[in-house]
């Protein structure tokens, strides 16, 4: 649907992403959280936060557009630069997908060319959302041992701490 | 010049008419664009489509260039809102969501284009109809109003104003009650005429409440057709014949 060239613009991009966010999050994130369970979201919120601003929709805009989303209790951006991230998909594909590439931007005709500038303006929207809201850096160019570890460290010690219903059950 | 205001504003006048509502487009200025937006709202059944009909047929006749545009005919949602509707999957979260991008499909590929080239833009419902089916449904309505910031504010929203005893008849008597103009989602219980009037009567108060904070020309929609086209006419000709906007002759 819609992923056709040139078929949707920043703000439309920005909404379909959104809707299927909000479709997750009541079907498969606040059930579990309600039964007590860990929900590992694979890209949340702060992806739409940095690639919606990254191709020029406005920043206040997405983030009250996101304000039903629940706040994490722990959120993780593994941090890698643009070439370290570019040779990665390259050795795993032979083309890059024309959104990723932000090639609907048409900054460049180029695939590799376009999503260099496209992942700088991510890249730098994401600085931003780390101060922002907190977030965990891991930095991701590590050996994937060491970012586990790192990664498991920061799970360990954010399980730890006490959560809402175990403060008021101990109560 | 004025700024566009930092936020969504409420009613009077500090709305612009022809700018966006909140933070709007930052990719897209419209300033100094010469087309208009005229809208028309109101709820199902209250003869929209009618005078719209006939209001285009007035303005192209005087020189006019117009585009109609209206509620989910947006080539890249209509066939997914649609499948939406059959299928019973949505909440009312998700379909706020689809309606608004249905919405930003048609602002940026039909409406701003239109303003830009100097047409009359004609909006067969707007996104009030949204608003008001949204806030009935319990969605925070101060963030449905920041979601629909990047829309542009209309030039004139006429609304069409019925009362529900009149507005059941018509309908009634025109095609019957649909489940979603019933208001059936909301689940008030199985009896469709019961569920109808509660929808619509809740509906039309919503409406009301709008009527001041977006500036609404009211019109009463109880009347026979070529009247109200009468009164839309004059609005329209009055506000046309002191804007800048050309005809092509």
Redo the contacts between chains.
Sequence with gaps: ??KKKN??????FS??H??DF??RL?YNIVPPLKAGMIVLAERYAYTAFARDVA????R??VR??Y??AVRPDLALYFRVPIDVSLDRLMARRVKLKFYEAGLDMGWSQNAQESFRIFQGKVLDEYDRLVEEFGLSVVDASLAITDQQQMVRNLVSRQLERPTLVETAVNQ | MNPIPEEFQGANGTIQPGRYYGHGLPYLPIEHYPGKIIAIEGTDGVGRSTQIQLLREWLEVQGYGVVETGWTRSALMQPTIELAKSSNTLNKLTFVLLYATDFADRLEKEIIPALKAGFVVLADRYIFSALARAGVRGVDRAWLRSLYGFAIAPHLVFYLKIDVDTLIRRVLSARGMDFWESGMDLKGGDDIYDSFRAYQSKLLREYSSMSDEFGFRVLDARRPVDLIQEDLRRHVQAFLSSSDISVDV
Excluded at chain 1, 55 to 58: F, Y
Aim: charged share 20%; hydrophobic share 50%.
């Design positions: 649907m819609g078929a949707l613009t920043p703000t439309t909404l379909l959104a809707t909000a479709d009541l191709r020029g929709v406005d206040r805009w009250d557009l304000s039903f």
